[in-house]
């Protein structure tokens, strides 16, 4: 009964039927890059999360107070890490929030 269960758990794992297809005319393609520089949070708390710091709220009294903003904030490189981009981060293990804006049209197909 092992043998036949591990040869039918073996068929199954090695079928076909479970592979995925690859994309096909990739290059052919039209893309958006989004290599390039980046806006960026540094988040050594890591309550960014807690924050939503994604909905990038804005003073509306001079009494509220904003903790956290990507206007002003440091720029970064992307493909890159941030530890080798600022030398204050070099030994950094935590958070970095990255933002960047573009346009996607949406394709009739």
Known sequence: MKTFLSVFFLFFLFHPGFAQSAMINAEG???TGLN???????????IGDWRKVWEE?????????????????PVLNVPGDFNTQMPSL????????????????????
């Open 57 to 73: 709220r804005e003073p509306e009294k001079k009494t509220d107070f904003v903790e956290y903003a990507f206007k002003g904030g």
């Open 29 to 31: 393609r039209s893309y």
């Open 90 to 109: 070099t030994y950094f293990e935590g958070v970095v929030w990255y933002k960047k804006t573009f346009r996607y049209y949406r394709s009739p197909y």
């Open 36 to 46: 390039g520089e980046w806006q960026a949070i540094i988040d050594p708390m890591g």
